[in-house]
Nanobody, 123 residues
């Protein structure tokens, strides 16, 4: 059974930092894209950042460029370092993994999803 488990969410003041982690199990994603998406209250789920199978290519939403950094290890973990957090970053953050695409920037590129972790930024 494939599982993606996120951790690291929580409550932080604006300007603070959090580091999200996602550990996968049940299959290997080391050659495939992984990423982070988020869903704010009342809004659709949207892309935050993605990373290619070898970690050499990344994509960031304009709203997080320069503040967030996505990384992965050579096994089955992906991370999201979030600095200078803003109130508008408040959302449920989902980890995603692709079982077939080396790199992707669309939700449709990712077939495996975690349950999400809540990030709340107080202003």
């Amino acid at each position: 059974q494939v599982q993606l488990v996120e951790s690291g969410g929580g409550l932080v003041q604006a300007g603070g930092s959090l580091r999200l982690s996602c550990i996968t199990s049940g299959r290997t994603f080391s050659r495939y894209a992984m990423g982070w998406f988020r869903q704010a209250p009342g809004k659709a789920r949207d892309i935050v950042a993605t990373i290619s199978g070898n970690g050499g290519t990344t994509f960031y939403a304009d709203s997080v460029k320069g503040r967030f950094t996505i990384s992965r290890d050579n096994k089955n973990a992906v991370y999201l370092q979030m600095n200078n957090l803003k109130f508008e970053d408040t959302a449920i953050y989902y980890c995603a993994a692709s079982g077939y695409a080396f790199f992707g920037t669309r939700q449709a590129d990712f077939g495996c999803w975690g349950q999400g972790t809540q990030v709340t930024v107080s202003s």
